[in-house]
Structures are given as structure tokens and as C-alpha cells.
């Protein structure tokens, strides 16, 4: 009985069925049309209907981008993970290269050795150093120096060596016994020897008061290229050779800007080195004097 009334809906329905598929488009078409006519006529009937109908589809929408967040994170973790396996294999090979480089500098290291051994080469004495902070800055237009609150009662003296972290700074010039006063290398006094670390090309760093002082009584032939390291040469017995000053920033129509390596506004810690060189300035001068380095 069931059956036979569902066979006679089926018959009913196969009709209305058919004539649907058969008209659907020019239906379709219809109602787009009387949409588009509906929409001019009254905007925000249109306005309303939309804002209903996506309000109304939000949580499907929102249910149906759940998926595609999930497989979004998950080809973001796959790539992570092949991000992951090519930085590894690179720090396995850059590893490599340094245990490689590691071995040269250890059979270099061992050779220096035998070959010292062999010049009887004598290094030289080790420095000794006073810890000392920054307390004032009395740079200006004129004058580039700082004071530290160390001096003579802590073993400072006159024309010792003053680094910081990163490189060297200048020299004691003033000595209190519980201060001193340090020329920086960019002050308009101050000259040091010193010569390109590659070439081995000596010249004279000359400050300006700017923070860039300048290369002076370069050689004639010399040639020296922007990215090259200034190291402190040792001439004259003053500073000792090797501490490290800058970079050389640029070469242009003759003049060689230098950058130093110090920040000179973070300039708050610093070391007095004391290598017992002779030469060096009185360890008292008078107050507000300055000299070249």
C-alpha cells in the first residue's frame, strides 16, 4: 500500500520535474532580470535582502572555512618544515667548513709556534688595564674629549691607550688622581700612526671633530679600497701596534674617510691599557691643555 502511493507521488511529481529542468535557465534568467529591476526600483530593499542573506550564511561560511584554515596551517607547517630541513642541512654544511677551517687554523697556529721557536722571537709584555666609566662628556664644536672617573690613585697615567668594546678611543692626555681626561681620535689634535691591516700601508689618522677622521701622509702608490681595517702601526713608541680603529668608509677625489668602530654614543665603559711602552706623555698635564695624540 505504501508502495503504490509512493509510485503515484513519483507520477505526480515527474511532470513538474521535467518542466523545471527544462525551464530552469529561462527561469534563472527571469529572476535576475525582475532582481535587477527590483534593485532599481528600490535599492535598499536590495541592500537589506543582502545584508540578510550574508548574515544568514555566516555561520555556514564560517563552518566551511574551518577546513580551509586547517589546511592552510598545514601546508604553512609543511613548508616550515622544509624551510627547517634546508637551514639544517646548510648549518651542517657551513659546520663542516668550519671544523675544516678550524684544523688550518690549528696547524697554523702550531707552525707560528715553531717558527717563533726558531727566530727566538721575544713577544711583547703583556698590558695591564684599569677599568674606568665615563662621567662626562666635555665634547663641543671646538674639542672632543671625556672624562673618566679613574686617575692617578688607580695607576692612570699620561698617554696610555684607551679602548672600549670595540675598538680603541684615544689617549689620556689629563691625569687627576681621581679623574682623567681622554683626547678621542676624532678630535682636531689628535694623530695617530697606523697603517691598513691587509697592506700593511702606514699613514697617519687625522681627526677633524667630525665623527670620520681622515688618513693623512698615505704613500704615493698606495692603494686603499672602502671596507678596509685601520689598525694602530706602533711607530714612535707611543701606542702599541694593532689595536683596532675602524674601517675605512670611503675614498673620494683623495680624501680617505675612516669609520670607527666605537659608538661614540654609547661610549659609557672603558679600559686604560698600560702596556709600559716608553714615550708616552707626562702623567700629569696642565689643567685644559690638549695636545695631538
Known sequence: MVTGAGGSVRRLTEPIKGWLQRFAL???????????????????????????????????????SRPIVTMTAVIESARNLIDLRAENARLREENARLKQWYGVAMGLERQNQSLRGLLNFIPGPEPTYVSARVISDAGGAFVRTVVLNAGGRDGVRGGQAVVDGDGFIGRIVEVGRRSAR??????????????VEATRTPAILAGDNSDRPTLTFVPANARIDAGQ????????????????VGVVASVEDGLIEVRPFVDWHRLEYVRVLDFALPGVLPSTRVAGAVGPL
Not at 182 to 195: F, G, K
Open 26 to 64: 529561462a527561469l534563472l534568467v527571469a529572476a535576475a532580470i525582475g532582481l535587477m529591476i527590483l534593485g532599481k526600483a528600490d535599492t535598499g530593499f536590495v541592500e537589506r535582502l543582502r545584508i540578510t542573506l550574508t548574515d544568514a550564511a555566516a555561520p555556514v561560511m564560517g563552518v566551511l
Open 182 to 195: 681622554v683626547l678621542l681620535i676624532t678630535d682636531l689634535n689628535a694623530r695617530i700612526p697606523v697603517v
Open 229 to 244: 681595517r685601520i689598525v694602530t702601526s706602533g711607530q714612535g713608541g707611543m701606542l702599541p701596534p694593532g689595536l683596532p
